[in-house]
């Protein structure tokens, strides 16, 4: 089974590199690999060596314009792994993931994007390459720190919740990507959405897309107060996404057996919002409340560029530096074994640098491991697709703890 072409000019090359995560992510990536080859694509190659000039990272870059395939096809041939950064990747995704198809070169991003996420399997999941969405902060701690539980149990997990507090800011690709996707919902995608399992494979015996669910995956969660954590927990504006990614992990070990050492079979999973305040910890349900209001409002398209084109510009490296994330997770085995364990990470998006660099690093260096185990191409999580291999260079990261 064909791994990775290492023969190619570059190791990894980087889609959306002149924006704010994107400068990130090839900064991380020549921290972690300094001797590899790196390209980065854009409309204007000029801007892309000029946003790394006063840096030390030195890269080569390749013209490609998401519009025109056949430039995507070229430039990406010349890459083994491309890493994803320029959303919205609902209307900027499926050109990029299509040219990987045809060039055979493994496909990573960092979207947030469940309608988009599910899209991927439904088109691509006999695809000849790994497709693995979902690399940044959306979603790789949630899912990995899962499968970390399970390795330090030693056994299979019957129930995860993960309590997550942080202290960040937004980019404008964030801002924009949510204002886009709030102006385009629908019934078809709300109801996309509204599935805590909308991403598990359709041939899940057990928890398919639309399947009843218990209370503890129910998005719908309580404010409650932890005493363990002198903490108020409550429904997280992240949960949306990252439950869905760490429910479709366990749907494809149920399906596929790779990791069945890890899941069990009735296998659960809620992640919440921990805050210092009871006020604090309503918010995400006050923020649920206004949806519908918010969707009305941005679908007229002056509004939405209006406050489009106030976008934050994101946190600058001082900014940054003040920014933080923890985990803890409270994990179960069936034979009801507990644990609790605990990842902190810096601001979000200096940790999607970090993720999403190491997911294309794992990729480079395992990919015919990782395709063997998986057993083909195909659309899968960080977790399933990437596994032990890339939790042992997650834990390796300066920049996220586990324990």
Known sequence: MPGVDRSRPFAVGVLGASGYTGRLVVERLRAARPDWKLVVFGRRPQHLRAAFQTTNVDVYAEPVDVDAPASLVGAFSQASVVIACAGPFSTLGEPVVRACIATRTHYVDITGEVDYMRSLIDQ??????????????????????????????????????????????????????????????SQQQDAVLSDPFALNAADDPVKAPGSSFSAFESDNVPVEYDASSGLWTGPSAMAPINTRVVRRTASLSRCRGALSDAYA???????????????????????????PALQFLFSWAPVKRLVSYLAPTGANETARARNWFAYKVDAETSDGSHATLHLKGPDPYVATAETVALAAVCIVENGGKVMQRVGAGGVYTPAFALGHEYLQLLMKSPVLQFS
């Open 265 to 291: 079979k009735e296998f659960e999973y809620r992640e919440v919002q921990a805050s210092t305040s009871r006020l604090a910890a309503m918010l995400p349900k006050a923020l649920t409340a206004i949806k």
């Open 124 to 185: 691509f999941s006999r695809a000849p390459i790994l497709i693995v969405p979902a690399c940044g902060y959306d979603s790789v701690p949630s899912d990995l720190a899962v499968l970390y539980a399970a390795k330090q149990l030693h056994a299979p997990l019957k129930r995860a919740r993960i309590a997550v507090s942080m202290r960040g800011s937004v980019s404008g690709g964030t801002f924009r990507t949510f204002i886009d996707t709030l102006s385009k919902a």
